[in-house]
């Protein structure tokens, strides 16, 4: 019967009756004895499996089930059939146990976070739920992408707090604008100070462009500045023509030019130049123009006290002066040597240097009243 597959209660029932039957002088009988204790217990654990499954079908608290799982593979740990099963039995309730626990903790973390106005204490709470369940957590994803949120509007509030403070130095000009650029690519969205982050960022990239003008501008004056003054140096323009790059130099940078005040001065030293030149040229002229010797002696004497320092043709005219008051002595009369010439009174009208004529006026011109300067 048992070979043939029978059930469990026509197996016992026939070994029942076979003892029934052969009580004495039976040499099986302690084996069938034997046999029918075996399937009593075979009995009980199928019962009790029964029992158990439909138990386990039921909405019972997980830890009553856990329990008569337990006691059942106590009871019955040998020639149990159902014992693997008992124990994946166990083991996916002692799962869906932790998978509760893990759905009430995240329900509780997400009352609690809500509790909270501070990023870094909510990015805390999500942290220690990920620690406290790292492995074979159904919210793990959730929490850490939460985690992973809060973590970057941190970053974000702390990068735009570091920028803020930064002092506005125009050496890091260009670096503030990188890292201002940097914030805005990196926290484009969700970021509270985008706008404000973005208005930063145009003031930088004008103030950098200014700068930049401005460097190149100051290169354009030393460029400028440089080379006017190696012409100068190696006296290879005319005068004229230096006075002429000078004055476009100073034109075309009067403010925030550092070369202001030497191109300033070169500039008046140049044209006082070309006045002595031109003053000096005039008085070369004199004799041709037939000049009486008191009008180029006035001439002469009118150019050193215009001119008395600086002056390249000085000791020309020094010699000049005493070579045109020897001549004039000579040619007064003796007996008006002992009476001193009286002056001759200067013309109160301005002077045209090109059309005087040096025969009908000469005149003397004293320390106090100057041969007239293009200067004034």
């Known amino acids: 019967l048992e070979k043939q597959g029978a059930a469990l209660g026509e197996t016992l029932a026939a070994w029942q009756k076979f003892i029934d039957t052969y009580p004495d002088n039976n040499p099986h009988l302690d084996e069938a004895k034997a046999r029918i204790q075996e399937l009593n217990r075979s009995a009980r654990i199928e019962s009790s499996f029964a029992e158990l499954k439909k138990l386990h079908s039921q909405d019972t608290p997980a830890e009553n089930k856990i329990s008569a799982w337990t006691a059942f593979i106590d009871t019955y740990p040998d020639n149990n059939t159902h014992l693997d099963e008992a124990k994946t039995r166990i083991q996916e309730l002692k799962q869906y146990q932790a998978r509760q626990a893990i759905e009430e903790k995240y329900r509780e973390t997400e009352e609690r976070e809500n509790l909270f106005a501070s990023d870094v204490d909510r990015a805390l709470l999500w942290r220690q739920f990920i620690d406290q369940y790292p492995a074979n957590n159904p919210r793990l994803d959730e929490a850490t992408s939460k985690l992973a949120s809060l973590e970057k509007a941190i ?30 690519e990196t926290y484009s969205a969700n970021n509270p100070h985008l706008d404000e982050a973005k208005t930063r960022l145009a003031g930088l990239r004008k103030s950098v462009m200014e700068k930049k003008l401005e460097e190149h501008r100051v290169r354009q004056i030393e460029e400028n500045f440089s080379r006017l003054t190696q012409g100068h140096e190696e006296n290879t323009t005319h005068l004229r023509q230096q006075i002429s790059q000078w004055q476009a130099f100073v034109n075309k940078y009067p403010s925030n030019n550092p070369y202001l005040e030497i191109a300033t001065s070169r500039l008046n030293e140049l044209k006082r130049s070309q006045e002595i030149e031109n003053r000096y040229a005039m008085l070369q002229q004199l004799k041709e123009v037939d000049a009486t010797l008191t009008a180029q002696l006035a001439e002469w004497r009118g ?74």
């Not at 570091?162 to 890091?172: F, G, H, R, V």
């Not at 001119?307 to 020897?326: C, D, F, K, S, V």
């Not at 002595?329 to 001759?344: F, K, L, N, R």
């Open 155 to 184: 970053a974000l509030e702390n990068r735009f707090t570091e920028l803020s403070s930064l002092e506005p130095s125009e050496e890091a000009l260009e670096t503030r604008l990188q890292e201002w650029q940097k914030f805005v």
């Open 303 to 376: 150019f050193v006290e215009a001119y008395p320092g600086g002056n390249p043709h000085l000791e020309e005219a020094r010699t000049r002066i005493r070579t045109l008051e020897t001549d004039l002595s000579a040619t007064i009369p003796v007996s008006q040597t002992a009476t001193a010439p009286a002056a001759v009174e200067a013309p109160s009208e301005p002077v045209d240097w090109g059309t005087r004529d040096y025969k009908t006026q000469g005149f003397h011109t004293s320390s106090s009243q100057s041969v007239p300067d293009s200067r004034s």
